[in-house]
Structure formats: C-alpha cells, structure tokens
C-alpha cells in the first residue's frame, strides 16, 4: 500500500473516530452534574484561584496530600509499568480527590505535538522544531503554535502539558537543541513564554523546563555545572525569568543534572530562592523523570512533585518525615496550594478536558505558516532562488529520503507520524532512537511546482551515483540530516554519515548546488562556499515539503532569521569537545547520560553564550546570530534614542522588487562599569515592506536587558552611564547606532 493511501485512510478513520467519541464525551459532559458549592464552596468561580485552593487544603487529610505531589509510576512509558486507573496513558499521572471533585493530573510529553498517542490510534499535528519556530522571531506564531497545541492536547484527554524548553544553546552539539528556542535569553525566553501561554489559553496547565543548565545530554544526571550566581543571572536563568513572566506557567520543570554541587531538583537557591522568591513563581514544581534524589532535602529545598513516583521519596517517606517534623505541614499543604492553585487558575477543575481524537491534518496550516516563518535562507550565489517553475530543464534531488519526508526530533519529543515512519512505513508508534520521517515529501511538492521539468531522486547513499546524476542536471538539490534525540549529544557539529562529501561530490559535479539542511542544531559546513544556496528547514513538520517548496519558488519570501550561531567547526566553541564525551563514546549509540561517571563542568564562559562568546573572542563564525537572507533587501536609516522614554527610533526601507519581511534587531553595549565585552540583544521587530516602502519603527527599551545582576546586592542594577544603541540586520551587521544616556 502507498503511504498516500494510509494517509487518506487514516484521515477517514480519524474523522468517524472523532464523530463517535465526540458524541461519547458530549454525552458524558451532559451527565455530569454541576458541583453543589455550598457542600463544595471552592467550586465557586467567582473566588480566586488562591482561595479555592486554600479551601481545598484545608479539607483534605493526611493521605489525601500525599496523593497529588507523588506521581504514579511510568505507565507506559516504560514496558510493565503500573498504569493507574485514572491514567490518560500519557508521560504522567497524579492522582486526584475525588471525594473533593479534584481530578487527576494527566501529563502529556508535547514538545513540539503531542507524543505516545499510535498505540491507541490517536494521532496529532508534528509542529517545526521548537528551535525552527525561534528562528521566525515571531511572537504571535509562538502564541498560534501553543494555541494549536493546547487544544489537541485537551482533545486527547490531557490537562497539562511537559513541553515548554528553555534552556538556551550553550552547547550546540546538545541533543535536545531542538527543543528550545537559541542561545539568547530574551529571545528563547520570549519565544516559548508566548508558546506556553498559547496552551494556558487552552484550559491546559502550562510547563517551563529544564530548571535549570540541563544544556547537555551527556552525563546529564551526573554533571556538576559551576558557575557564578552573576552569570547564572545574566543568561540561561535570564531565559527562565523572560518566559515565566510572559507566560506565568502552571508547573516549572526541574532538571537532572547538579547545580554548584546540588540536584537541580533539591537545590534551595534555584528553586526557593530564584525561582519562588525572585521570580515570584506561584505554581508548582515538578521533577523530571527520576530527576527526584531525597524526600526531606527536596522538599524543604522547593519540589512539589515527584515524577514518575515509583522512586518512592514523595511517598511513605515524606508522609513519615511529615509525621516526625522533619517536613513541616505548613510545607506539604504549599505543595498543595501551589498544585491546586494552577489547576483552578487553568480551568481544568471547572472545565476538565473531554478526550476526542485529533485529526492531525487540521493543524496542518497553522504548522506550515510556522515552518514559512521558520526556514532560514543561509546563502543565494548569483540568485540562484527563488526558482523559476518553468526554468530548471532538470532537478536531480538527492539524499534524506526526501522522496518520502521530513526529518523529525527524537526522543520524549517524538511524534508518531500517521501511518508510521515515512521512510519505513509500519503502522504503530516510534521506536526510541529511530529516526523518523514524516510524511512529508519534498520530492512531490518540488514537482507539483515544477510539473515541466524533469526531476529525478536519488538516495545519496552511493556518492558517485549521486554525482552522475547531478552532472547530467541543470540543477542539484541536495538534503542533508542531523538527526538528534534526548539521551545523547552530537559528537561534532560535523554532518554524520559522510554527508560533508556527498555534497562536496554533487558540487564538484555541478556547480549549481542549493544544500537543504534538516538539523536539530547548528552543523559546520566545509563546502559552504562552494554551493550556490544553502536553506537551512530544521525539522519543520507535518507542512514541511510545502513550505519548503513555498519558499525555494519564491511563493513565500524567506524572512527567518538564526537563533544560534553557527561556528565554523568544533574549535571555535568554548568546549572543543563536549565534557564527559570520552566516557560516553565507549558504547556507540546509547543514551549516553547512563554511561558517564559524576564529573564537574565549569562553564568559563559564563554569560558570553553564542554570539557574545565570538564577539569577545574575536572570532568570525560561519553565519552569526540573527543572521538570514531574503529575495528582496532592505535599508535603515534614522536610529535616535529617547532617553526620558529609554525608546530607540529608526526607519526600514524595502530597497528591492519585492515585498518581504524584514526583522530589524537592536542590540546594546552596555557602559564601561558593566565590564563586559560583549553586545547584547534587546530588541526586535518584524517589519513587513512593500516594494520600495518605508517603516519607521519605535521599539521601548525593557529595564531588565539593559542590567546587570549585582551579587553583592542580590538584584539587578541598571548602571548609569552612556550605552551604545545598535540597530540593523544582524548581531554582525549593526548599520546604525546611537547613544542612550541613563542619568545616576
């Protein structure tokens, strides 16, 4: 059977699936009878969320607290384990009060979709990769991608979601890159605040993860990170901070991996101080998988659930530390307040979710203007694109099963595709550490804009064939992957599986080259120079072959600009080589965070994280942060500052022939005081231009990007002093700057 034939079946299932359950859970919703608040005055919706959780505590007993901040096991995600009677078969599950008309908890791993859902026959919308929507530096596309997300999730019966990455690029070879938005704070925090408020907008409990330097797979549960409090402040806690106060989540998700010699989960500074205290976090935090290593420490240092649950330090021995005065009540009960508080304040007490089946097909639109948005174009020589439909007398297209799909993420990120892997099609669910293709082709949209020309795939797989056919073309497309999952890192920002001289071969062979990188991250390019084009598409999801179709025909002008630098190779990044790499490499293909003894990884860049590193280095990259072309250009002119109003003013111009989008980015140098050597962005905008018009554009200055975080003090302190105001295409292409005077 073709896979468009179990595409269309499965579009027929999912239609009278969802008709029958529809109708099972409009019936179940009529039959639920309304609660009685006089016997149950915290179903009152006119209190707030903190009261109706105060009202709850206070009537709950002993066990029935223990029964909320304890998860039940790991179901299905892992082969035997127990399943709970109210579980959703999701990632997680904590029970509810029934006798108080709480319901459980259902979690949901949804980093970029919903995941575990084929074993059941439910399926959902495969968004771009979370680093792919960064790259749109879109806002209101982050709001649309949680929006989308959220309602599939309720679909499915789940309340909350465990999505929600923040943790910012510090290692490029991170195997979860995917997942978050880049390597600066104010733009990943931007980013997936707006996503997660999306999904809170749902009626869906909101989550941001990892809390916190969870920025590599290796040795993930035993690596020591060590840095100083100022630059913990000033980058990935910074992201934290941004994406928290937008989106004012439900759970914060604490990481595996140890902090200045403490668990990220059971660490008093991170949790209690920072995060409830400074941040003024009101919700609860939640561990990781296994991420929960004590039941008195953990609890006093600020976790408020333990997940899964079968390590048992949340359950008889907290309800004993209770009972012995290790842990306070008044510290088991704010565990509470906290759970119950965001489940009132998300709605899913008053309006539980009532599971359907997802069409995954009907997100499909809202995916493909998230992947427009998202795919990045790097290099256009001579103008090779947009390409002409009639133009190309013949396409030799070449590598990546593009005949059949996309790339995706793997890991508690991986969506089941519809009618299994695109490039093994197998009914059923993901296996682990398998890639997978969705059924997405490059190869048929290409075609479809291109119906004239003669246009033939190849695997790639045999370098001499794949070079013949691109000297016998006028043109040579060639896709490139980096498949990247949770449990392991990259090795080296190399391509693997010798795809460096499959390219350099098809080059050789014909000059008119255009690489089309699938990649969870940034990747070194050795032959850059020598191709025509080059469009880097992440993983853009289940509308990934139209957008990118859209874009290399020039239907869709490319506006996407990089959220991560990408070096030149390994040696320019601040570890070489990724520290604890040497012990994970001795059994290839593993999940290598359970291969690595303990170790310490002192992070002696601190807050020069991506472009601010090669800026104080001095070291020229190979496409630097913000960086992106498009088929038109644009001019700026006019940058002034308001310094009462701390507001920088400047113009953009559409200088081209055709209309785009331009992302104007401000960046500032902050005074001499502040000791650093480096720019920081603070700023940006998407403008959209028609041919030869002209935009003026007035951004305000947010107090907090332009701070530093003084130790001494324990707060941020905006400097007086002059600070140098940049505006233009690129943290490497600043054309205007001007200065901003704050007064002592």
Same mark, same amino acid.
């Given at each position: 059977? &073709?896979?468009?034939?179990?595409?269309?079946?499965?579009?027929?299932?999912?239609?009278?699936?969802?008709?029958?359950?529809?109708?099972?859970?409009?019936?179940?919703?009529?039959?639920?009878?309304?609660?009685?608040?006089?016997?149950?005055?915290?179903?009152?919706?006119?209190?707030?969320?903190? &009261?109706?959780?105060?009202?709850?505590?206070?009537?709950?007993?002993?066990?029935?607290?223990?029964?909320?901040?304890?998860?039940?096991?790991?179901?299905?995600?892992?082969?035997?384990?127990?399943?709970?009677?109210?579980?959703?078969?999701?990632?997680?599950?904590?029970?509810?009060?029934?006798?108080?008309?709480?319901?459980?908890?259902?979690?949901?791993?949804?980093?970029?979709?919903?995941?575990? %859902?084929?074993? =059941?026959?439910?399926?959902?919308?495969?968004?771009?990769?979370?680093?792919?929507?960064?790259?749109?530096?879109?806002?209101?596309?982050?709001?649309?991608?949680?929006?989308?997300?959220?309602?599939?999730?309720? =679909?499915?019966?789940?309340?909350?979601?465990?999505?929600?990455?923040?943790?910012?690029?510090?290692?490029?070879?991170?195997?979860?890159?995917?997942?978050?938005?880049?390597?600066?704070?104010?733009?990943?925090?931007?980013?997936?605040?707006?996503?997660?408020?999306?999904?809170?907008?749902?009626?869906?409990?909101?989550?941001?993860?990892?809390?916190?330097?969870?920025?590599?797979?290796?040795?993930?549960?035993?690596?020591?990170?060590?840095?100083?409090?100022?630059?913990?402040?000033?980058?990935?806690?910074?992201?934290?901070?941004?994406?928290?106060?937008?989106?004012?989540?439900?759970?914060?998700?604490?990481?595996?991996?140890?902090?200045?010699?403490?668990?990220?989960?059971?660490?008093?500074?991170?949790?209690?101080?920072?995060?409830?205290?400074?941040?003024?976090?009101?919700?609860?935090?939640?561990?990781?998988?296994?991420?929960?290593?004590?039941?008195?420490?953990?609890?006093?240092?600020?976790?408020?659930?333990?997940?899964?649950?079968?390590?048992?330090?949340?359950?008889?021995?907290? #309800?004993?530390?209770?009972?012995?005065?290790?842990?306070?009540?008044?510290?088991?009960?704010?565990?509470?307040?906290?759970?119950?508080?965001?489940?009132?304040?998300?709605?899913?007490?008053?309006?539980?979710?009532?599971?359907?089946?997802?069409?995954?097909?009907?997100?499909?639109?809202?995916? &493909?203007?998230?992947?427009?948005?998202?795919?990045?174009?790097?290099?256009?020589?001579?103008?090779?694109?947009?390409?002409?439909?009639?133009?190309?007398?013949?396409?030799?297209?070449?590598?990546?099963?593009?005949?059949?799909?996309?790339?995706?993420?793997?890991?508690?990120?991986?969506?089941?595709?519809?009618?299994?892997?695109?490039?093994?099609?197998?009914?059923?669910?993901?296996?682990?550490?398998?890639?997978?293709?969705?059924?997405?082709?490059?190869?048929?949209?290409?075609? #479809?804009?291109?119906?004239? %020309?003669?246009?033939?795939?190849?695997?790639?797989?045999?370098?001499?064939?794949?070079?013949?056919?691109?000297?016998?073309?006028?043109?040579?497309?060639?896709?490139?992957?980096?498949?990247?999952?949770?449990? =392991?890192?990259?090795?080296?920002?190399?391509?693997?599986?010798? =795809?460096? %001289?499959?390219?350099?071969?098809?080059?050789?062979?014909?000059?008119?080259?255009?690489?089309?990188?699938?990649?969870?991250?940034?990747?070194?390019?050795?032959?850059?120079?020598?191709?025509?084009?080059?469009?880097?598409?992440?993983?853009?999801?289940?509308?990934?072959? &139209?957008?990118?179709?859209?874009?290399?025909?020039?239907?869709?002008?490319?506006?996407? #600009?990089?959220?991560?630098?990408?070096?030149?190779?390994?040696?320019?990044?601040?570890?070489?080589?990724?520290?604890?790499?040497?012990?994970?490499? #001795?059994?290839?293909?593993?999940?290598?965070?359970?291969?690595?003894?303990?170790?310490?990884?002192?992070?002696?860049?601190?807050?020069?994280?991506?472009?601010?590193?090669?800026?104080?280095?001095?070291?020229?990259?190979?496409?630097?942060?913000?960086?992106?072309?498009?088929?038109?250009?644009?001019?700026?002119?006019?940058?002034?500052?308001?310094?009462?109003?701390?507001?920088?003013?400047?113009?953009?111009?559409?200088?081209?022939?055709?209309?785009?989008?331009?992302?104007?980015?401000?960046?500032?140098?902050?005074?001499?005081?502040?000791?650093?050597?480096?720019?920081?962005?603070?700023?940006?905008?998407?403008?959209?231009?028609?041919?030869?018009?002209?935009?003026?554009?007035?951004?305000?200055?947010?107090?907090?990007?332009?701070?530093?975080?003084?130790?001494?003090?324990?707060?941020?302190?905006?400097?007086?002093?002059?600070?140098?105001?940049?505006?233009?295409?690129?943290?490497?292409?600043?054309?205007?700057?001007?200065?901003?005077?704050?007064?002592?």
């Amino acid at each position: 059977m &073709q896979f468009s034939e179990i595409s269309k079946g499965l579009r027929t299932s999912f239609l009278l699936s969802a008709c029958m359950l529809t109708a099972a859970g409009f019936g179940m919703a009529q039959a639920q009878k309304k609660p009685d608040i006089a016997k149950m005055p915290w179903m009152n919706p006119e209190l707030s969320p903190d &009261q109706r959780a105060d009202m709850v505590v206070k009537e709950m007993t002993l066990d029935e607290k223990m029964k909320l901040v304890q998860g039940t096991g790991w179901g299905v995600l892992r082969e035997g384990g127990p399943i709970a009677p109210g579980s959703n078969f999701g990632a997680g599950y904590a029970e509810g009060i029934p006798r108080l008309g709480i319901p459980g908890i259902n979690e949901a791993d949804s980093a970029v979709g919903v995941r575990m %859902a084929a074993y =059941q026959s439910r399926y959902a919308t495969l968004f771009p990769s979370t680093l792919g929507a960064a790259s749109s530096w879109d806002p209101t596309s982050a709001l649309l991608y949680g929006t989308v997300l959220g309602r599939e999730l309720r =679909q499915q019966g789940f309340n909350m979601t465990i999505g929600g990455g923040v943790d910012i690029t510090r290692e490029p070879r991170n195997g979860r890159n995917f997942e978050y938005a880049g390597e600066d704070p104010v733009l990943a925090g931007t980013m997936v605040g707006n996503l997660e408020k999306g999904v809170l907008g749902q009626k869906v409990m909101s989550d941001i993860k990892h809390y916190a330097f969870n920025d590599q797979e290796t040795g993930r549960s035993v690596v020591n990170v060590l840095l100083d409090k100022k630059a913990m402040r000033e980058s990935d806690l910074l992201a934290f901070q941004v994406a928290i106060g937008i989106a004012h989540p439900s759970g914060v998700m604490c990481s595996y991996n140890l902090v200045n010699g403490d668990h990220a989960c059971e660490n008093d500074y991170l949790l209690n101080q920072v995060l409830k205290k400074d941040f003024g976090f009101k919700g609860f935090v939640l561990s990781d998988w296994e991420g929960t290593h004590s039941t008195v420490k953990a609890a006093l240092s600020g976790l408020d659930q333990d997940m899964p649950g079968d390590d048992d330090y949340f359950g008889a021995p907290l #309800k004993k530390a209770v009972e012995d005065g290790q842990v306070p009540m008044s510290r088991l009960d704010d565990m509470n307040h906290r759970i119950l508080r965001s489940m009132f304040a998300a709605g899913v007490i008053d309006d539980p979710p009532v599971r359907t089946v997802v069409n995954p097909f009907t997100g499909r639109d809202a995916a &493909q203007h998230i992947a427009e948005e998202s795919i990045v174009l790097l290099r256009n020589e001579d103008h090779i694109l947009p390409l002409k439909p009639g133009g190309d007398s013949s396409i030799a297209i070449i590598g990546s099963h593009a005949d059949v799909g996309v790339l995706s993420g793997g890991g508690s990120a991986q969506v089941d595709a519809p009618g299994g892997n695109a490039a093994d099609p197998q009914p059923g669910g993901s296996r682990w550490g398998v890639p997978i293709y969705f059924p997405s082709s490059p190869l048929k949209y290409i075609r #479809k804009k291109s119906p004239a %020309a003669s246009i033939q795939y190849i695997d790639g797989k045999d370098t001499a064939a794949a070079a013949n056919l691109a000297k016998n073309s006028t043109l040579a497309i060639v896709f490139v992957t980096q498949p990247m999952r949770e449990g =392991q890192d990259a090795p080296t920002l190399s391509l693997p599986d010798n =795809q460096d %001289a499959l390219v350099e071969a098809v080059t050789a062979a014909n000059p008119n080259t255009i690489v089309v990188l699938e990649t969870g991250g940034p990747v070194s390019m050795p032959w850059a120079n020598k191709v025509k084009g080059i469009v880097e598409m992440w993983y853009p999801g289940i509308g990934g072959a &139209q957008a990118l179709a859209n874009i290399l025909f020039g239907d869709v002008n490319p506006s996407a #600009k990089l959220p991560v630098t990408f070096a030149k190779d390994d040696a320019q990044l601040p570890h070489p080589v990724v520290p604890g790499l040497e012990q994970a490499t #001795k059994i290839a293909g593993a999940d290598r965070h359970h291969q690595v003894k303990p170790f310490d990884l002192r992070y002696t860049e601190g807050a020069k994280v991506g472009y601010k590193w090669f800026e104080a280095t001095h070291q020229q990259p190979l496409f630097p942060f913000g960086f992106g072309l498009s088929y038109t250009s644009y001019a700026y002119s006019g940058l002034t500052v308001d310094d009462a109003a701390r507001s920088v003013h400047f113009t953009v111009k559409n200088t081209g022939e055709r209309e785009g989008t331009e992302i104007a980015e401000v960046y500032v140098k902050l005074p001499a005081a502040a000791k650093e050597d480096y720019q920081r962005l603070v700023a940006w905008e998407r403008v959209k231009l028609a041919p030869g018009e002209s935009k003026d554009v007035t951004l305000t200055l947010n107090p907090l990007y332009l701070s530093v975080f003084d130790t001494a003090k324990d707060g941020w302190q905006l400097l007086p002093g002059d600070y140098k105001v940049m505006a233009g295409t690129s943290s490497s292409d600043l054309a205007l700057d001007a200065t901003l005077h704050v007064k002592p």
